[in-house]
């Protein structure tokens, strides 16, 4: 019998997520971020259900646009990093995908190369994140150089990415926009990540790129209208496997941290820290056992938690276990651990097997 934890990915409430972006952004074109494994959830999968309802899709590296093409998918497929050497270009070229273009380096490998088929190019302006990106003084000239290029075909996107759109009050989001109207180049446009397509509907432009919300998460930090309908994809599931009573004063797990105030009854879970659970979960961290709340109780182990069912009578061996998912939210957990969902769905090992569970 397997080992039961487990990631499930409901299909059909990531595709609900995609319509939901859409409602919000009817006029733009939808870039779906799938970078980092599908944030954890396993990119063959994600990209083959999301390819027919999408416009294109974004991934980091060329390794990860590698892994695509190899699983079938067909859909365009953007270099958010760009390449890291030159010979990458005409790995790309051959696989079709598309080319961020960053810096000089970037530029000049690509102006230099010998293509058969000129690449379609998103130009990174750097409108305040400080990561990536041209200058906005020196983005006319490198849109100049690429329209002038043989290599990059004419429909140039220019792009930018926002540092606290997350925080619907930002200033600082308000004079990133500001800087990228006030390019006024010849090209279509992309700015809104999720937080953007949610909270910041003057920065839709011609694309959007959302990632986190068409995972069924908010990266809102209150909670925002536009958010309420998303459905959460993945719920990480495992079983009871071990249930004991201890008397009060006992201890449970690692350091002894965990101290009995009364009589209790254990239930030892099968995942872990080496399943993607979190290791800095406190006690108060929930998690739903039969569809009812429950503690955890201890250290998390690499392979199992221990909870306190002392008020759950009824828990027997085999019982589910939802550590989040429909009725227990990733953001939850994520504030008990002092982490981000992000963080905790994209760090899920190969050893938690997803298993599509609705269509």
Not at 121 to 132: A, D, E, F, I, Y
Request: proline share 4%.
């Amino acid at each position: 019998m397997a080992r039961p934890n487990q990631a499930e990915l409901d299909l059909g409430a990531l595709r609900h997520n995609v319509s939901v972006a859409r409602q919000l952004a009817p006029q733009s074109k939808m870039l779906a971020v799938i970078k980092a494994n599908a944030y954890g959830h396993g990119a063959p999968i994600i990209a083959t259900a999301l390819q027919s309802h999408v416009d294109a899709l974004g991934v980091a590296c060329l390794e990860e646009a590698l892994e695509l093409r190899d699983c079938g998918v067909t859909s365009p497929v953007l270099l958010l990093e760009g390449v890291f050497e030159e010979a990458e270009i005409n790995t790309a070229a051959q696989l079709g995908l598309w080319l961020t273009i960053g810096n000089e380096q970037q530029l000049k490998w690509l102006e230099d190369s010998k293509l058969t088929t000129p690449l379609h190019c998103w130009l990174k302006v750097n409108t305040g994140m400080n990561r990536l990106g041209v200058a906005p003084d020196q983005a006319k000239g490198y849109h100049r150089r690429l329209t002038a290029s043989a290599n990059a075909a004419t429909d140039i996107v220019t792009y930018t990415h926002f540092a606290t759109a997350d925080d619907i009050t930002s200033q600082k989001t308000h004079d990133q926009i500001a800087r990228f109207d006030a390019l006024s180049l010849n090209a279509l446009r992309s700015a809104a990540n999720s937080a953007g397509v949610l909270a910041w509907p003057q920065a839709h432009y011609e694309w959007v790129r959302p990632g986190y919300m068409l995972y069924g998460n908010s990266p809102l930090l209150v909670e925002h209208a536009n958010a309420r309908s998303l459905k959460p994809v993945m719920a990480l599931t495992s079983a009871v496997i071990s249930l004991r009573d201890i008397p009060t004063g006992e201890t449970v797990g690692y350091d002894a941290k965990w101290i009995a105030e009364r009589a209790s009854k254990i239930a030892t879970v099968a995942i872990g820290y080496g399943d993607g659970y979190p290791r800095q979960a406190t006690d108060s961290t929930p998690v739903l056992i039969n569809g009812q709340r429950a503690s955890l109780a201890g250290r998390v182990s690499m392979d199992m938690i221990t909870v306190d069912v002392t008020d759950l009578p009824q828990v027997q061996l085999g019982d589910e276990v939802v550590l989040w998912g429909k009725g227990l939210s990733l953001a939850e957990v994520a504030h008990c651990a002092n982490t981000t969902g992000y963080e905790l769905t994209t760090r899920m090992p190969a050893r938690t097997p997803r298993i599509v569970v609705s269509e």
